[in-house]
DNA sequence: GTCTATAAAGAGATAGAC
DNA sequence: GTCTATCTCTTTATAGAC
């Protein structure tokens, strides 16, 4: 808005090879760092100490510590909204289209859990601006779920009694927060738990009598 | 476990009127603060000024700035387990008992939200003792909601075909998150979100032949 | 690209007056 | 029960050597 272009380069987020195999490791590591301690409270010495330097040295790859966290949410933000916007674009059948999208989020929500964590708690520690386009960019991924829930209401394969906008607030509800119970390796894989939740979020799970238990 | 006792007196997490008014007050006025700005961001000063006094005047109130949070997590699930319990346990058919369940658990969750949203996020900043406490109370919660849900089982109201700790999950998803996006006085009251999650939860959202939209 | 050293600011918490 | 004043520690970020 009002701010004067003191800075005479353009650059990306991260200060160099902002898509390189580096900049990635360092994502990771501020993202699971992130998770567990929390933005705030993680330091620059910790996130440091993980990746065997010490703190100054961050500083060659970012400006500041919020680099790190704005790149985590647009990264874990472009990422899903990609990958599910391919799969369910890829599926013909509107009563199928709800299904594959629950599966696809969870695929990459669960792979990519201390991204997707961070950003769905830590995002009100970006300055305003940031904030914005972050939050941006998850009401546009907010839309395209929705949207889906709409074609499905219009194909007669989703209830229309209720509102687009609350089943997917529910839905998102569902996929959003088994992030931080799931855990990889016991119990469901990621496709099974999709099919799960699925499963509730389409058939419920009251036992009514034309269905078997 | 291994702490000896060295203080000459058993006192209560705040350290007067644990149960006061003034303690409600500032109890409220710290989950507010704490769900906005984070608990590690969130300081002891911009807390006073909130109250109109100045930061050394809430160590007459409390030790550590911890011992606030850990009473906000107590707090609200000693409530919520409460209310709950109270309500379930009025309700004689099973099959109306998940239905109660939803909507006692949002009644008391939202209109306490500025704890419950501290509870769910902030917890891991407590120290290993008194976040063991807290977790072992939300297991406690979390356990009697997994209870309703299998006497639905027994008696043939909810489906079986889903272990009960999947379902159970699947519902705290629904329940809990909801806080985050709920905003009173726009769009629906507490009591038609629990009636509209209650029916997502128990008939689902597809349209089957059976059922009109 | 990483280091040591350090500047500058802000945090939680205490002492003692009123 | 609240105040002023302050201690002490930790934090982010920078400067400049290697």
């Not at 580096?22 to 910790?46: C, H, K, M, P, W």
């Not at 369910?88 to 669960?110: F, M, N, Q, S, Y």
């Not at 990621?190 to 099919?195: F, M, N, Q, R």
Request: charged share 25%; proline share 3%; glycine share 6%.
């Amino acid at each position: 808005m009002g701010a004067s272009r003191a800075a005479p380069v353009r650059r990306g987020v991260l200060n160099a090879n902002g898509d390189g195999k580096g900049s990635q490791l360092l994502l990771e590591a501020a993202a699971e760092l992130f998770r567990n301690t929390g933005y705030t409270a993680a330091t620059t010495r910790a996130l440091a100490a993980r990746l065997g330097m010490r703190s100054a040295s961050l500083y060659y790859h970012m400006t500041k510590k919020e680099d790190l966290l704005y790149s985590i949410c647009v990264d874990a933000l472009e990422r899903i909204s990609a990958a599910v916007a391919t799969k369910v674009d890829a599926e013909p059948d509107p009563k199928a289209k709800t299904r594959t999208l629950i599966r696809a989020h969870l695929e990459v929500a669960l792979a990519d859990r201390n991204r997707h964590a961070t950003m769905l708690i830590e995002l009100r520690h970006l300055g305003s601006r940031r904030r914005a386009k972050v939050v941006a960019l998850r009401d546009a991924y907010e839309a395209s779920v929705r949207k889906v829930v709409r074609e499905g209401q219009a194909a007669g394969a989703i209830r229309s009694d209720i509102p687009a906008k609350y089943l997917t607030l529910a839905l998102l509800n569902l996929l959003n927060w088994s992030i931080f119970w799931y855990h990889p390796g016991r119990g469901l894989s990621p496709d099974e738990l999709g099919e799960l939740l699925a499963t509730v979020f389409l058939e419920g799970v009251a036992l009514s009598k034309a269905r078997r238990s």
